[in-house]
C-alpha cells in the first residue's frame, strides 16, 4: 500500500508541477492541511530536487489569534531549517474599500503577495495546500450558483504567472479569477517560468490530519473555518456531511472527479476557441463576424463570445452570452452588458460599444516606450508592438513599403495614440496631413478612432496602423538593414 507521501510525488510527477531545482515557497497559514504539505514537501525534497522555504501571510482578522499563527508558522519553519518569509495585510479594510467579502480580499491581497515573491525572484513556485475536499466544495458552490463547463473545471492543479513587463497588480487583474477557478489565459499551459500549484488535490483532509497525527505534529484551528455565516462552511459542515449520509458515500471524489473531467474539456475548448477566434474577432474594431460566427456551432458559439468579451476585460454570464445571441438572430437590436458596455448589430457585426466610464476608460491616452529591437503590449487595444530588426536584404515575408531606416530612429520609440494637431506624411502623397483627417476618410469613428496607434521617433510620428510610412525614414534598397513594426495579437 502507498504512502501518502508516495501518493502525492505521484500526483506532482503526472501534472509536471515541479522540477529539480525549482525553488519552492510553501504557503503555510498554521492549519493541518498546509503544515501537512509542508512535512511532506520536506518528506520528498531531496527525491524532487527542490529547494524549499515557508511562506505566510497573515489576514489580520483575529487579532492576537492571528499572529500566533503567524508566530507558529515561523517557529515551524526555522525548526526545520528553512527560510521564512511572512507579510501581513489588513484584510477587513481591504474588504471594506473594494466592496469584497472578507474571503475575496483576504484572497486577493494573499496571492498578490505570492505573485510579489515569485515576481522578485524569491520563488520558482508557491504551492497551496488545497485538497480534494477543496476540490468537492468548490464544484458544488458552482453548481448552486450556475456553471459551465468552466466552472465545474474547480481549482486547477498548476496555474502559470507570466514572466513579463506587467506590474503585479495588472498581473492579478488578469490571473485573479484562476486563484479559485480555471482559467483560459494560462490554466492549461505546464512548466511556466513561474507557477501556483497545488500538490494535495488529490488528497482528503482527514488522510493529512492522520499523517500529521502519526508524526506527532501540531497544528492551529482556525476558529473562522465554523462560522456558518460563510457559505463555503456550510458546504463543508453540513451539506456534503449530508450528502455523504444519505446520497453517496463517496460524493467528494465524484466531484473532484467531475472537475478532472471539465478541465480535460475546457483544455479542448481552449485550443478550439484559438482556432477560430482570429477569423471570427476583429480585434481593433471590437467586432465579431456574424456570418462567421453563425456557421460555428452553438456550443463554441458561445464560447467565442466569452473569449471576445474577455479580451475587452468583461466577463459575460450565460445570460449575457445568449442577450448577445440574440441581437445576432434579430430577437433584439442591442444588449445591455457589464461595465458600461453593449453589443449592437451593424450590418454583418456584432460590435462591442462602450459607454458612460467604460467609455472613458477606454478612450484614455495612453503611451508606452518600445526599445528597438524589442516588443511592448497596449492594452488598450489589445495588440502587442514589436520593434523588428531586419537583417540586409532579408525582405522575405516583409512589405518594403514599412520598412523604417534604423539609422535615422531614436534608440528608444513610444507606442501612443494619436494626439489631436498630429501629422503624418505617408509614402506617395503630396504633403504631410493632420492624422484625424487621415481616420476619417477611413470612416474610423468613436473609441477606434481615439485610440488609433502610431509610433513616434523623437517627436516625429514615424508610423500610423495601415499607412506606408514617410519617404524620410524609409529604408533604402541595399541598405545595411531595415526596422518594421509589426502588429500582434495580445
Keep these: 500500500m502507498r504512502t501518502l507521501a508516495e501518493s502525492v510525488l505521484e500526483y506532482i510527477r503526472k501534472h509536471a508541477l515541479l522540477k529539480a531545482g525549482d525553488r519552492v515557497g510553501a504557503a503555510v497559514s498554521g492549519g493541518a492541511d498546509s503544515v501537512a504539505m509542508l512535512r511532506l ?42 527560510d521564512v ?26 496571492y498578490a503577495y505570492f505573485l510579489r515573491l515569485l515576481r522578485a525572484g524569491r520563488a520558482d513556485r508557491i504551492a497551496t495546500a488545497h485538497t480534494l475536499d477543496d476540490q468537492a466544495e468548490t464544484v458544488l458552490l458552482r453548481v448552486a450558483r450556475g456553471a459551465g463547463t468552466r466552472g465545474l473545471a474547480g481549482i486547477y492543479p498548476q496555474l502559470s504567472v507570466v514572466r513579463s513587463q506587467f506590474s503585479v497588480a495588472s498581473q492579478f487583474s488578469v490571473l485573479g479569477s484562476q486563484f479559485s477557478e480555471g482559467s483560459r489565459l494560462s490554466a492549461f499551459s505546464s512548466q511556466e517560468d513561474l507557477a501556483i500549484i497545488r500538490p494535495l488535490l488529490g488528497v482528503r483532509r482527514r488522510d493529512l490530519e492522520s499523517y500529521l497525527n502519526a508524526l506527532g505534529q501540531d497544528w492551529r484551528e482556525d476558529s473562522s473555518n465554523r462560522d456558518l455565516r460563510h457559505a463555503r462552511n456550510r458546504v463543508r459542515h453540513g451539506i456534503l456531511p449530508r450528502l455523504e449520509r444519505n446520497l453517496n458515500p463517496a460524493v467528494r471524489e465524484a466531484l473532484a472527479e467531475t472537475a478532472e473531467i471539465a478541465r480535460a474539456e475546457e483544455a479542448y475548448w481552449h485550443k478550439e ?83 458612460g466610464t467604460a467609455l472613458e476608460a477606454i478612450c484614455a491616452d495612453y503611451e508606452y516606450p518600445l526599445t528597438v529591437p524589442g516588443r511592448v503590449e497596449v492594452p488598450e487595444v489589445g495588440r502587442c508592438f514589436e520593434a523588428v530588426a531586419i537583417p540586409g536584404g532579408a525582405a522575405a515575408g516583409y512589405n518594403r513599403e514599412h520598412f523604417l531606416d534604423p539609422a535615422v530612429l531614436a534608440k528608444q520609440l513610444v507606442v501612443r495614440n ?50 506606408a510610412v514617410p519617404e524620410r525614414v524609409r529604408a533604402r534598397d541595399g541598405g545595411k538593414g531595415a526596422v518594421v513594426i509589426r502588429e500582434t495579437e495580445t
Aim: glycine residues 6%.
Design 273 to 355: 476557441v484559438e482556432r477560430v477566434l482570429p477569423s471570427v474577432w476583429e480585434t481593433a474594431a471590437r467586432s465579431l463576424r456574424l456570418t462567421a460566427l453563425v456557421n460555428l456551432p452553438l456550443a463554441l458559439q458561445r464560447r467565442v463570445i466569452r473569449a471576445a468579451g474577455e479580451s475587452l476585460g468583461v466577463r459575460l454570464d450565460f445570460q449575457h452570452v445568449e442577450k448577445i445571441l440574440g441581437v445576432g438572430s434579430g430577437a433584439a437590436r442591442a444588449a445591455e452588458l457589464p461595465n458600461g458596455w453593449r453589443v449592437s448589430r451593424h450590418k454583418d457585426q456584432l460590435r462591442f460599444e462602450p459607454a
Design 41 to 82: 514537501l520536506l518528506e520528498l525534497r531531496r527525491e524532487l530536487g527542490v529547494v524549499l522555504m515557508v511562506v505566510h501571510f497573515n489576514h489580520q482578522l483575529r487579532g492576537t489569534e492571528s499572529d500566533a499563527d503567524e508566530q507558529f508558522v515561523t517557529e515551524l519553519g526555522r525548526r526545520h531549517k528553512l
Design 418 to 467: 494619436w494626439r489631436a494637431g498630429d501629422r503624418f506624411w505617408p509614402a506617395h502623397t503630396k504633403a504631410p496631413r493632420k492624422i484625424k483627417e487621415l481616420l476619417q476618410e477611413r470612416h474610423l469613428t468613436g473609441a477606434e478612432r481615439k485610440l488609433w496607434p502610431v509610433v513616434v521617433s523623437a517627436d516625429e510620428v514615424i508610423w500610423v496602423r495601415g499607412f
Design 85 to 110: 518569509l511572512c507579510e501581513s495585510g489588513d484584510v477587513a479594510a481591504r474588504a471594506t474599500e473594494k466592496h469584497l467579502s472578507l474571503e475575496a480580499a483576504g484572497r486577493e491581497m494573499r
